[in-house]
């Protein structure tokens, strides 16, 4: 049987592989079909000027990219997303840090594992819920006649309160506190197991060497958890770009849209306004945006990788 | 004082002699000293974790609530009465019956589709080290991060063209393919390293390559394939934008879309919303507390592959 076998194993090394093709035809194709031909298409729709349906298309070459560049409320969604990574990357990530490095140091050892998981879970629980139950919730809270919070300000006689959605000034920054809630117990959780990875002898020589905590934390946690650090960067700053749900859901982009993203604002075109072409247009600038966030914080991570190892 | 440490980040544990006796005396002295930090750290971090229940904790109070209640005595007060018609014309206003079953059925489906898309794609990518398989994981990683907004009108169109326009089976197909694309990228990565050893045993008892795929390698990852199963059908779970444009009618719709759907409803008052809010985060409760375990698991696996 096995000298019968060996020639044919031996043979399936160098062309081997073209067997295994089959079993990605299906992803192949379902990836093309859903995928790679929609996006196709809205490059193309993106060079038209094209109210949907069965309205005619009318080329319009670049038009709707250099429409873009004079469009005020374009660029508004934009810089919006610049808060939106201060809201969802910066603050959860140095927040979440913070924590996950108190309850896995002080609470995980001094009052027991089940102190620190259960304070985690709590950290967490906002992450489970859709995010448009969680913007339902904060849209009563933070209403100006019934909400939760403007009831109990004028309780302790706070005569005005906010209107913290409604009005231009405050709305961007509620907003942003909403998703700081939903956001931090990402980074926390990742964060915790990424503590538990770190060889203990580390912090114990560092100790006998008299080094304090901040020395502690600086030295050896920060480049010890710089993987995860780098996951949840690129997690979350993606993320932050795509936001749509919680702000379709808290402000639609109002009021003046002092609050609109890229892709509520391209969703509007697209559903609201009949602009289909623009709509398209404003999803193709986020896109080559977000791929290019992503390739250079990918690259970033690699080079920062290959430096430890040289290191080492 | 510092430089010492500065040398130390890459794992030395190997060379080191063994532990002198005074780490754990310094160790006791410490805990002498920081008796009261520690707790002044424990308020602080309980502190935070009130902060991020309390608008929970204020919901459930509220959900039970008479609307006059609220009005009069804030959303503060117990309830001064056990009231459940905000939850129950919730209940019935959205159909919550309805709606659960589209959730678990798109979400359900989604995961099941999407774990088996994933591990035949990861097969030829891992095992089967298909040339050109760099291009095509990286192709779909990519795909995973692609703002929906830039798929979401073609596939409108093309679920008109086909049939599928208000069918719950184009968000099903829609998100089969998403988590697909992401679930390759894990999972080819878990295969890669897949034991030869294993491999060779199978293809010298005479296994063909599907015999292998569900004999030997597919028992060999179950686990990850099924903390992946669970990830898909949250993730499809709490999905908002696809289908809000996607189920245009009440019938189809899921929970997120016909919670979000009904708020500007003006006859949603405070104590309905709640009760509403409370309803719709009940499975997602569940399912965490169920699931918590892999999920955690799950996450972390995540962020190191």
Not at chain 1, 50 to 57: I, S, T, V
Not at chain 1, 183 to 198: E, H, K, N, T, W
Not at chain 2, 270 to 279: D, I, M, R
Request: with cysteine.
């Amino acid at each position: 049987m096995t000298t019968v076998d060996r020639p044919r194993v031996r043979n399936r090394r160098s062309r081997d592989w073209l067997g295994y093709l089959p079993y990605l035809v299906p992803g192949l194709v379902a990836f093309t079909v859903v995928i790679l031909i929609p996006f196709g298409m809205n490059i193309y729709y993106s060079l038209h000027k094209w109210k949907g349906g069965n309205a005619p298309l009318r080329w319009y070459g670049l038009g709707n990219y250099t429409d873009l560049l004079a469009d005020e409320q374009f660029w508004t969604s934009f810089r919006n997303s610049v808060a939106m990574i201060v809201a969802m990357v910066l603050v959860p990530t140095v927040i979440g840090l913070l924590l996950a490095t108190t309850l896995f140091d002080v609470l995980g050892k001094r009052f027991g594992p089940r102190v620190a998981s259960v304070l985690r879970a709590s950290y967490y629980l906002p992450q489970i819920l859709p995010v448009a139950v969680a913007g339902v919730l904060w849209n009563w809270i933070l209403n100006s006649q019934t909400g939760a919070l403007n009831v109990l300000l004028r309780e302790v006689g706070v005569t005005d309160p906010p209107n913290w959605l409604g009005s231009t000034s405050t709305a961007l920054p509620t907003v942003m506190l909403v998703l700081i809630w939903i956001q931090i117990g990402y980074p926390v959780v990742i964060f915790m197991s990424a503590l538990q990875r770190v060889d203990p002898e580390l912090y114990e020589a560092a100790e006998l060497d008299g080094a304090g905590w901040w020395h502690r934390f600086r030295a050896i946690t920060i480049p010890q958890i710089k993987p995860e650090t780098f996951v949840i960067t690129l997690t979350c700053t993606v993320a932050a770009l795509k936001v749509f749900g919680p702000i379709y859901v808290l402000t639609r982009g109002g009021p003046e849209s002092s609050t609109l993203v890229p892709s509520y604002y391209s969703y509007l075109n697209f559903f609201d306004k009949s602009k289909v072409g623009y709509g398209a247009a404003i999803a193709n600038v986020l896109t080559v945006l977000i791929i290019v966030v992503a390739v250079v914080i990918m690259v970033l991570q690699s080079r920062s990788a290959r430096r430890e190892e040289e290191g080492r | 004082m510092a430089a010492p440490i500065e040398t130390l980040p890459t794992p030395v544990a190997a060379g080191r002699p063994p532990r002198p006796p005074r780490a754990r005396a310094t160790d006791t002295d410490r805990r002498h000293r920081r008796g009261t930090a520690r707790w002044f750290v424990l308020a602080a971090a309980v502190l935070v974790a009130v902060l991020m229940l309390v608008p929970f904790v204020i919901m459930v109070l509220n959900a039970f609530k008479a609307p006059a209640d609220y009005s009069q005595n804030g959303p503060l007060s117990w309830p001064a009465e056990f009231y459940t018609e905000g939850l129950r014309s919730f209940w019935t206003r959205v159909n919550f019956p309805e709606k659960l079953v589209n959730s678990v059925w798109i979400s359900g489906t989604v995961a099941v589709f999407g774990v088996t898309l994933s591990l035949l794609s990861a097969y030829a990518l891992g095992v089967g080290r298909v040339k050109g398989r760099m291009w095509v994981v990286t192709l779909f990683l990519l795909a995973n991060m692609l703002p929906q907004e830039v798929l979401v009108y073609p596939l409108f169109q093309m679920a008109q063209e086909v049939g599928l326009s208000n069918n719950q089976w184009s968000v099903i197909i829609i998100f089969t393919v998403i988590q697909a694309a992401f679930g390759t990228y894990l999972l080819s990565s878990v295969l890669g390293t897949f034991p030869r050893a294993l491999l060779e045993a199978a293809s010298l008892d005479g296994a063909g390559r599907w015999r292998t795929l569900w004999g030997v390698v597919f028992p060999v990852v179950r686990p990850t394939l099924s903390v992946l199963l669970i990830f898909f059908f949250i993730w499809t779970w709490n999905e908002f934008f696809i289908p809000l444009v996607m189920l245009t009618t009440n019938a189809t719709q899921t929970i997120p879309v016909a919670l979000a759907s009904l708020q500007g409803d003006r006859m949603m008052d405070a104590p309905t919303t709640n009760a509403g809010a409370l309803v719709s985060m009940v499975p997602a409760i569940i399912f965490f507390l169920i699931f918590q375990r892999t999920l955690t698991r799950g996450i972390t696996a995540g962020a190191v592959k």
